[in-house]
Nanobody, 124 residues
């Protein structure tokens, strides 16, 4: 069992920045693909970003490309999502997910463990 905990959410004005953190248990963190998904109010959950096991490859949804940056520190068993130039449309509950096997970074169905989510609210 892998426990996943997100943190760093909050309220920010449009144009501001936030950094989310995702911490996962276990010594095998460096073997996990990690993704971020979000669920805006009244909408379905959607892919945001993902990162390869070593951090060398990153993937982004078109809606956040150029504004968000995903990174990881395997020594700390933590993945980060730096969110810049935030827009009201970024308002959502953000979820961190762990993929223990496979390379399908964008597919929600391929992730095995999920955190409880952290709220991000962007005001205009």
């Amino acid at each position: 069992q892998v426990q996943v905990v997100e943190s760093g959410g909050g309220m920010v004005q449009a144009g501001g920045s936030l950094r989310l953190s995702c911490a996962a248990s276990g010594r095998t963190f460096s073997t996990f693909v990690v993704g971020w998904f979000r669920q805006p109010p009244g909408k379905e959950r959607e892919f945001v970003a993902a990162i390869s096991t070593g951090g060398g490859s990153q993937f982004y949804a078109d809606s956040v490309k150029g504004r968000f940056t995903i990174s990881r520190d395997n020594a700390k068993s933590t993945v980060y999502l730096q969110m810049n130039i935030l827009e009201p449309e970024d308002t959502a509950v953000y979820y961190c997910a762990i993929q223990t096997t496979g390379w399908n970074y964008r597919s929600m169905e391929r992730y095995d463990y999920w955190g409880q989510g952290t709220q991000v609210t962007v005001s205009s």
